[in-house]
């Protein structure tokens, strides 16, 4: 499955026979992802269906490290620089960690 982050970060729509909302959509239609990236999609493939380590959170760039918050369902609230988002990542997991430990 491929994330497509739209240039416009506020679509919500459909663009090629994809959903998006927020500007995020999804496929693992192959020749439908590599129409987005002709089309200045930004494009986050799977990394493990690729076979290739996961990228930690100070690997990924703003649009992945917002969709990562999205997919796990953390609210980043005001937050729009690397660090911040990141920040509010890694404290949603620690609180969700900490309360599985009860």
């Known amino acids: 499955m491929a994330k497509i982050l739209a240039p416009n970060k506020q ?27 002709e089309h200045n999609y930004q494009v986050i493939e799977d990394v493990k269906e690729q076979g290739q380590k996961e990228k930690t959170l100070d690997e990924m760039t703003i649009e992945e490290l917002v969709a990562y918050a ?18 509010k990542i890694k404290a949603a997991e620690t609180s969700t960690q900490t309360d599985e430990t009860k």
């Open 11 to 37: 679509y919500t729509g459909t663009s090629a026979s994809v959903g998006f909302v927020n500007g995020i959509g999804e496929t693992d239609d192959k020749n439908l992802i590599k129409w987005f990236k």
């Open 70 to 87: 999205e997919e796990k369902g953390i609210d980043i609230g005001k937050a729009t620089s690397q660090t911040g988002i990141i920040e």
